[in-house]
């Protein structure tokens, strides 16, 4: 027989209970962690969004009504109401004595994952029970690391003149062209979602010369690999009356700033994840490295072929990662790499495009845009996309398109490497691959 929630609502969460609160009433909600039967003392590790607490039930200091209705299973959801007492030995140096416990939920015998944090099950199978898996310390962890990040971004930005914007994420044409688009049925005819808000937020910096957005996009990519996805949560920024030089100062601050945020906010969960001397504030600036410095170290030093012009192999990236471990920009690609909107330097054969690496990991990719129309009717054509295709965007272009450049960084990729996790599908709650569209 279940408990009805009535006119029980939570008075606290586990991390308000502090010894302040010694000899007050409280009501915690969460689930069971832990159980212990000793016979005349039992214990319960209660578990809610921000930690947990020990309820301590011994007999004859509680009710026998009490004492008698708790026999609890891993992960029940239960009210507590009871009284904060000093215990040293107890999470937190407190516990609560209940005067009064409500099952909400019970579970069944055998969890199909362990929560207890003794093993770690595949991670298929916790995905498959993501719902109970995003409950381990492990996972709030990284989630709360996750919540930083975005309060973090949103605040630097904020605070330098930045526009949060929402663009569409059902499209009519492809954004980069390409094939790695998701169609769908818009009514009585076709459309795709979003590869990425690369043009919408080209046109809002016409309009608030600063702006990002934080959102999904969709990548066709049947990539089964530890670092791919095929939704995708990314910081999108684009700067007007800007270069590239502009977005590498300003990129490189945020990043130094949100593991600032991170460090000084979420430093438990970064030692829970045994990350805490990894995770470290980096030195800015970053070091600039040209394409061509960095070709030139592979195959010399690497023995590694790549001739100029070609993309860097993983197995070249896993070399470079192990001479350069922190972050750094690889600057000017070759133009024949970048797609239509990115400006050409002075020398037409290179590219005012970076990416953003750790160590071996590519964070982001950047540059400065083409805002002159006639040169980006002819970039298209280059790269074999039609300008009629492509006629709204351009005539945005007509209205005083001032100079502009951005960049978009992976939030997944970047928690990955953040929290030490060996798969990207670690940092989404509900990852969308290849193999996997539910739950």
Same mark, same amino acid.
């Given at each position: ?10 008075t ?7 010894s *302040? ?10 689930w ?20 947990e ?21 891993y ?22 004595? +209940?005067s ?7 579970t ?5 994952i ?35 990040i ?15 914007i ?8 492809a ?7 998701? +169609? ?50 990314v910081?999108d ?10 977005v590498?100062?300003?990129? *490189? ?28 504030v980096?030195e800015? +600036? ?8 960095i ?13 100029w ?12 990662g ?14 024949s ?28 990719s ?20 039609? +300008? ?12 005083g ?18 929290c ?19 739950p």
């Amino acid at each position: 027989m279940l408990d009805e929630l009535g006119e029980w609502r939570k008075t606290h969460y586990t991390k308000d209970v502090s010894s *302040e609160l010694i000899g007050q009433e409280v009501i915690l909600g969460g689930w069971v962690r832990n159980y212990r039967d000793l016979g005349g003392l039992k214990f319960i590790n209660l578990q809610d969004k921000y930690g947990e607490r020990q309820i301590t039930l011994k007999k004859g200091v509680v009710s026998n009504e009490v004492f008698e209705k708790i026999k609890v299973g891993y992960q029940y959801c239960i009210m507590v109401k009871g009284k904060v007492k000093d215990f040293k030995k107890a999470p937190g140096g407190i516990e609560i004595i +209940p005067s009064d416990v409500k099952i909400l939920n019970k579970t069944p015998e055998k969890l199909p994952i362990d929560m207890t944090g003794e093993t770690i099950s595949e991670l298929d199978l916790r995905l498959n029970n993501r719902g109970l898996d995003l409950r381990s310390l492990k996972n709030q962890a990284i989630f709360g690391i996750r919540g930083e990040i975005l309060r973090s971004i949103r605040k630097f930005l904020f605070a330098n003149d930045f526009t949060e914007i929402t663009t569409p994420k059902i499209i009519g044409t492809a954004t980069e062209g390409g094939t790695e688009l998701f +169609p769908i049925m818009y009514f009585d005819r076709e459309a795709f979602l979003t590869q990425s808000a690369q043009l919408y937020k080209e046109q809002l910096s016409g309009v608030y010369e600063r702006v990002f957005e934080i959102s999904p996009c969709f990548r066709a990519e049947k990539s089964r690999t530890k670092r791919h996805l095929c939704e995708i949560f990314v910081l999108d920024i684009e700067m007007a009356f800007a270069d590239m030089s502009d977005v590498l100062k300003n990129l *490189e601050e945020l990043i130094h700033d949100v593991i600032k945020d991170i460090r000084a906010n979420q430093m438990d969960a970064l030692k829970l994840l045994k990350m805490e001397n990894k995770t470290i504030v980096p030195e800015i +600036p970053f070091p600039r490295y040209s394409y061509d410095e960095i070709i030139d170290l592979i195959n010399k030093k690497f023995g590694i072929t790549i001739e100029w012009g070609e993309d860097i192999s993983t197995e070249a990236y896993r070399e470079l990662g192990k001479e350069l471990t922190g972050y750094y920009y690889i600057l000017n690609w070759p133009m024949s790499l970048k797609p239509f909107y990115i400006k050409q330097s002075k020398d037409p054969k290179y590219s005012e495009s970076f990416d953003l690496q750790m160590g071996w990991l590519e964070l982001t990719s950047g540059g400065t845009r083409v805002h002159n129309k006639k040169q980006l009717m002819a970039a298209l054509e280059v790269k074999g996309l039609n +300008p009629a295709v492509f006629e709204s965007h351009l005539r945005t272009f007509d209205f005083g398109m001032p100079p502009h450049a951005g960049v978009g960084l992976g939030i997944a990729r970047w928690l990955t490497f953040i929290c030490g996790l060996d798969d990207i599908r670690d940092a989404v709650m509900y990852p969308r691959t290849p193999d996997r569209l539910t739950p």
